[in-house]
């Protein structure tokens, strides 16, 4: 069963889930996922943590002592979401040790309310690192413009990052750049810079589901051609910039310094359109020094039928600027829809925020003491 999921991960690919819960914790299932299907990490965000919180009773216990204790409900989740993060980070543990801090690796994102406010992430970002308290944690930034200097500055305190929510080369670009100022400042602060690590999610899925959906409305025979191929291209043409960005003068010195690359990290890789393979986001993303962060369904779907034929990044960078040019060329503007998938991202995190505040406040309510 895990044949593909090995090869992917001798091809250079890191293997992360992206998902977490209390019951994957404590019933084995994240142990079982290291140990026998390859994944050597594990991303989060607050659609993810709301549903392990609503979904079950995982967290009965914690939710009656946080009740007990009349703690906010901000607290709460703060309290939920840290203890899942420390004790999967635990777990994670001897694989952080074994890739030399590279992998073994837990992602917790800063409040996304948060996210067009660069003071307030650069200090939640420290107090999320100080609340978990574990070395194999990344603290989740947005792309935003806000949060451009924000990565800059947190890496500059030595706290490793995972940048979210990129989708253009424009803004990935600005990614890369904030990451090695970040290092830069980390230097000159005299900080151990072998210690510092960070990973650029790439959002891949989102970009062909806009896309494609703009392409029906057209209709035509030119706009069926170019269905399926622009988040692909989208990605592949990231990791040309990558190559070009740590492979550059100004990284040099920095690698000198025994600095870390900020790998590519390929997100949202599960296929919404049942007319495409299951597995396509990850078979036609293999490159090393990547990470692919996958719902469970598309590890299962991995491990069973995905067909890794080794490196399909690298040679194909004409293709996709061809594939993005005929995207152009039939009306649909890039940089229109990379703006609205950035907003409509911030807007879900949001949503699914508000939503975990809505049902935990709920909780405490229900099981706070009576009074007297």
Request: charged share 30%.
């Amino acid at each position: 069963m895990t044949d593909a999921l090995k090869r992917l991960s001798d091809e250079g690919v890191a293997i992360w889930l992206d998902d977490l819960s209390r019951t994957r914790i404590t019933s084995g299932n994240l142990a079982e996922l290291i140990d026998q299907q390859h994944v050597v990490g594990v991303t989060t965000n607050p659609s993810i943590f709301q549903k392990a919180i609503s979904d079950g009773h995982g967290y009965d216990q914690q939710l009656e002592d946080l009740a007990a204790r009349r703690v906010t409900v901000e607290e709460a989740i703060r309290m939920i979401t840290t203890a899942d993060v420390r004790d999967a980070a635990d777990i994670l543990r001897p694989v952080f040790d074994a890739t030399d801090g590279q992998d073994g690796r837990v992602s917790i994102e800063v409040d996304p309310r948060l996210a067009h406010d660069t003071k307030a992430t650069i200090a939640e970002a420290k107090q999320l690192a100080w609340l978990v308290d574990r070395p194999n944690t990344l603290i989740k930034i947005p792309a935003t413009l806000a949060g451009l200097p924000a990565i800059t500055e947190v890496i500059g305190l030595g706290i490793s990052v995972n940048v979210t929510l990129i989708f253009s080369l424009e803004r990935y670009r600005a990614v890369m750049d904030a990451y090695v100022a970040g290092l830069e400042k980390a230097k000159e602060r005299g900080l151990d810079l072998s210690k510092i690590h960070s990973v650029a999610s790439f959002f891949v899925s989102r970009v062909d589901t806009e896309i494609d959906k703009r392409l029906d409305a057209l209709g035509t025979p030119a706009a069926a051609e170019a269905r399926g191929k622009a988040a692909l291209a989208n990605a592949r043409l990231a990791y040309e910039a990558f190559e070009e960005v740590f492979s550059s003068d100004r990284w040099s010195a920095l690698d000198k310094a025994q600095a870390n690359k900020q790998r590519p990290l390929w997100a949202s890789t599960g296929v919404k359109d049942k007319a495409y393979k299951d597995t396509l986001y990850v078979d036609e993303l293999v490159a090393p020094g990547t990470v692919n962060t996958m719902p469970e369904a598309t590890l299962d779907a991995t491990a069973d039928h995905g067909q890794i034929t080794g490196d399909t990044v690298r040679g194909t960078y004409a293709q996709a600027r061809a594939d993005l040019d005929a995207v152009e060329k039939l009306g649909i503007s890039y940089d229109e829809v990379v703006q609205l998938l950035e907003d409509e991202g911030v807007e879900k995190f949001e949503s699914a925020w508000n939503d975990l505040l809505a049902s935990t406040e709920a909780e405490l309510k229900r099981l706070a003491p009576s009074e007297g």
